[in-house]
């Protein structure tokens, strides 16, 4: 699991022992680098929000449960491989 440096604590940890066997990788900022720099693997994360935030149902918190909401996400998901699949299809 690829986290920001906010999540350095304990209590992720300790939610990712209780669900399984997890590997958690913290991606830290350089404290030396003053401008903009790309940081490793957080870029596949804000790529996959920027994905799921083009669904209009997701793109505001509406729910009301979160079993609801990952329903959401999961049809989400499935319409975007279903469209990259026959995309490929038809070729």
């Known amino acids: 699991?690829?986290?920001?440096?906010?999540?350095?604590?304990?209590?992720?940890?300790?939610?990712?022992?209780?669900?399984?066997k997890w590997t958690l990788d913290i991606i830290k900022r350089s404290d030396k680098t003053k401008a903009f720099e790309i940081l490793p693997r957080r870029w596949i994360v804000e790529r996959?929000?920027?994905?799921l935030g083009r669904c209009r149902r997701l793109a505001k918190d509406f729910e009301k449960s979160i079993a609801s909401a990952q329903a959401w996400i999961t049809i989400a998901h499935i319409r975007m491989l279903t469209r990259r699949l026959a995309r490929y299809c038809y070729r």
């Open 48 to 51: 996959t929000f920027a994905w």
């Open 1 to 20: 699991v690829f986290a920001d440096g906010g999540y350095a604590g304990e209590k992720l940890k300790s939610r990712l022992k209780k669900i399984g």
